[in-house]
């Protein structure tokens, strides 16, 4: 069908992160920020920004009400209106935790797609090159009732392999 092929298409540009080894420069500081004072939360262990908290790191733009940044891990942790992008795709999510430096990341409660498809989703995580995707319908973004439109419980796609497939469940 040509669902399935399109799905794997646009799951393949799901690579939030900085996957090559990054170069000391001036352009591979993080930066966070937020309407409020940046704080850094002993209990944690981690900076803190709300509301309408922003990080920059790099090509990745992850904006949320709130947002935890783990500089020791380089890892960031949003909730609420949660919008992670790449400059190519952007992800629209409930909550997020993301690794800055491998690009591994978690999200539920999300939407995202390549116009005119979108996908939502309960859950979608990328770990060590794998994407795997919980409860998934893929539809155009005008969604009517009786369009088209593909329902997926579980996918799993292995971004380094040629068949990038490995499993899907109804």
Sequence with gaps: TFFLPLLISILGHLSF???Q???LDATNKTILEADNEVYFDETL???VAFPNARLQSRQVLLIADRIEYDSNQSEAFAQGKVILSDGEIRLLAKSLQINLMTGDFNASGIKFGLHPWAIQSEEISRQNSTIKIL???LYFIEKEENEPNLKVRTIELNQEKELSLIHISE
């Design 45 to 47: 262990q981690r900076l």
């Design 21 to 23: 080894k990054p170069e």
């Design 135 to 137: 409860d998934s319908s």
């Design 17 to 19: 992160g900085q996957i």
